[in-house]
């Protein structure tokens, strides 16, 4: 039997509802700054293993809140998990990230790609989200994830990482039917496999456009916003009667905040290079924003932290909506003490702020 659910401010903020406080969690809360993750890693023997064993996946995504008062987890696993499905044969090399053993070179690539089953070929997650609820006893709620669409396709195209995202643009700029296919499929794809952790017991859902940020603004919206648009618009939004919250974050789109809110999310990230009150007065009410602490903050003392913690606090302002994150992921030589510090400092600063309007 699932537990009731103990602490639900991150559900509540992503509804604007009032909260106690304002509710953080982080992206790669866990990952590669903590040792018991580094120790776990090495017993795996590989990345994959560890996404692909459901009780290693449940022990490193419930790792950080042993360690810290955080308000949500977020399911261990990897965006490259659908493409790998896809057949393109995912791997991790040491201090070279992710690779494809079968990119997706030509039309012909595109038509053999299939929509992988989640219950099939992505079982082993739906396994981690099925172990890590019971695990949880309802102590935060669980997030789930997948990579946006052009995202993935950039990988899906590259082979991997890039730095100048050539093969991916040109397929853009010279075959834009051919990559129209490809983010379709790869849409399908995300649409079902987030069904399929909502069904499995996740309680919120997050799209990482990670790569949408080197698009030009029509690019963007034609080949990485519109497929987005149609995720939202395919997902399983309530479960029992309990809605299931959608956040969408582009990574280095802060021009297109209003495009963004306008999809029909539950909230939008925001990465450090936007004044988040100036991204709260461009979204009204439509929407909650999570962010957006610069993860290089999490390098400096002690105090500078919670200064800097203080500082985006003031910047959203009072009143619901808003959910404590940094503009990106924890970066691996960061301190566990210093992140200990940042969720404290956001509890502790945030409580007077809502503590006229929290039921």
Known sequence: MIATLQNDRLL??????????????????????????????????????????????????????????????????DILTIPDAMGLGLSFSEGEGPQFARPVWSVADIARLPVPDPEVELRYVMDAVRLIRRELAGQVPLIGFAGSPWTLATYMVEGGSSKDYVRIKSLLYNQPDALHRLLDVTARAVTAYLNAQVAAGVQALMVFDTWGGILAPRAYRDFSLAYMARIVAGLTRVVEGRPVPVILFTKGGGAWLEDIA????????????????????????????????????????????????????????????????????????????????????VHEFSAPDHASTAS
């Open 262 to 345: 306008a999809t029909g999310c539950d909230a939008v990230g925001v990465d450090w290079t936007v004044d988040l009150g100036e991204a709260r007065q461009r979204v009204g009410d439509r929407v909650a924003l999570q962010g957006n602490l610069d993860p290089a903050v999490l390098y400096a003392a002690p105090d500078r932290i919670r200064q800097q913690v203080a500082h985006v606090l003031a910047d959203f302002g009072p009143g619901p909506g808003h959910v404590f994150n940094l503009g990106h992921g924890i970066q691996p030589g960061v301190e566990p003490d210093a992140v200990r510090v940042l969720v404290e400092a």
């Open 12 to 77: 509540r903020a992503l509804r604007r509802e009032p909260v106690d406080r304002t509710p953080v969690w982080l992206m790669r809360q866990a990952g590669r700054y903590l040792p018991e993750y580094r120790a776990i890693r090495a017993r795996a023997g590989h990345f994959m293993n560890l996404c692909q064993t459901p009780e290693l996946a449940c022990e490193v995504t419930l790792q950080p809140l042993a360690r810290f008062p955080l308000d949500a987890a977020i399911l261990f696993s």
